[in-house]
């Protein structure tokens, strides 16, 4: 009996292990460097990008999980001390998503990492031909 219940405990866990969302996650980047590496979400989180201004001017990006309830939300984020009304370091919209690694950096419209190599191959061996 002990038996049985340890082995659905055990696919319990496993199913509860992939059910678990992953994302990429990087804590602050600046215009197009965001260092990213990935993380697992908890439940009630999904992926979020987050994209806003710094003082007006730099642009700045975020990823990670995020509670749902605060998905697709814009925050202002104020220097620690002061008044909420008074001085804002930055403000970041967030916009979620909720399939494993969809919250990656855009890339070119319409393409993908492979359909670009085979588009580099193709032309290196179409070059190679015509010279």
Same mark, same amino acid.
């Given at each position: 009996?002990?038996?049985? !219940?340890?082995?659905?405990? +055990? &696919?319990?866990?496993?199913? +509860? ?12 980047? /600046?215009?197009? =460097? %965001? !260092?990213?590496?990935? !993380? ?16 007006? &001017? ?6 990670? %999980?995020? @509670? /749902? #309830? ?10 620690? $001390?002061?008044? *909420? ?6 403000? =970041? ?10 919250? *990656? @950096?855009? $890339?070119?419209?319409?393409?993908? $990492?492979?359909?670009?190599?085979? #588009?580099? &191959?193709?032309?290196?061996? /179409?070059?190679? !031909?015509? /010279?």
């Amino acid at each position: 009996m002990n038996r049985t !219940i340890l082995q659905i405990f +055990a &696919v319990g866990i496993c199913f +509860a292990i992939g059910q678990a969302l992953q994302c990429y996650k990087c804590t602050i980047g /600046v215009g197009d =460097l %965001c !260092i990213t590496s990935t !993380i697992t979400c908890e439940s009630g989180e999904h992926c979020y990008s987050g994209e806003g201004k710094a003082a007006g &001017v730099v642009d700045i990006k975020r990823k990670g %999980c995020l @509670a /749902v #309830a605060e998905c697709n939300k814009t925050k202002d984020v104020n220097i620690p $001390g002061t008044s *909420a009304n008074s001085t804002t370091l930055y403000s =970041l919209t967030k916009t979620c998503c909720d399939t494993d690694l969809c919250n *990656a @950096a855009p $890339g070119l419209p319409g393409t993908s $990492g492979l359909s670009l190599a085979l #588009a580099t &191959v193709s032309a290196l061996f /179409v070059a190679n !031909i015509l /010279v």
